[in-house]
Nanobody, 119 residues
Framework: VQLQASGGGLVQAGGSLRLSCAASGRIASINDMGWYRQAPGKQRELVAVIASGGSTNYADSVKGRFTISRDDAKNTVYLQMLSLKPEDTAVYYC??????????????WGQGTLVTVSS
């Protein structure tokens, strides 16, 4: 199962971006879909996750500004980011886990997409 992330870029503080991540391959079902980020010199951290039932969890630093959503028909997860701050600058990675068509579990990561927020 491969993930293709897109939507990163350069934006001014206060601006917005929408990230997308589409999974492809022999997918039977998807459980959690999430976004993580890694800023220079820092560890990768969870940004937001959405479960198969639709429940969500966010890092405190993004609550009220970011919204995660999913489209199961397209095997795609989105991250709408509003009111961006310079401290949101990072490489954003999507993560999806589920079961392939042979019923083997998988946990895949996207290639990362860079978000740069200028002050």
């Amino acid at each position: 199962v491969q993930l293709q992330a897109s939507g990163g870029g350069l934006v001014q503080a206060g601006g917005s971006l929408r990230l997308s991540c589409a999974a492809s391959g022999r997918i039977a079902s998807i459980n959690d879909m999430g976004w993580y980020r890694q800023a220079p010199g820092k560890q990768r951290e969870l940004v937001a996750v959405i479960a198969s039932g639709g429940s969500t969890n966010y890092a405190d630093s993004v609550k009220g500004r970011f919204t995660i959503s999913r489209d199961d028909a397209k095997n795609t997860v989105y991250l709408q980011m509003l009111s961006l701050k310079p401290e949101d600058t990072a490489v954003y990675y999507c993560s999806i886990d589920g079961y392939a068509s042979d019923y083997e579990g998988f946990h895949s990561w996207g290639q990362g997409t860079l978000v740069t927020v200028s002050s």
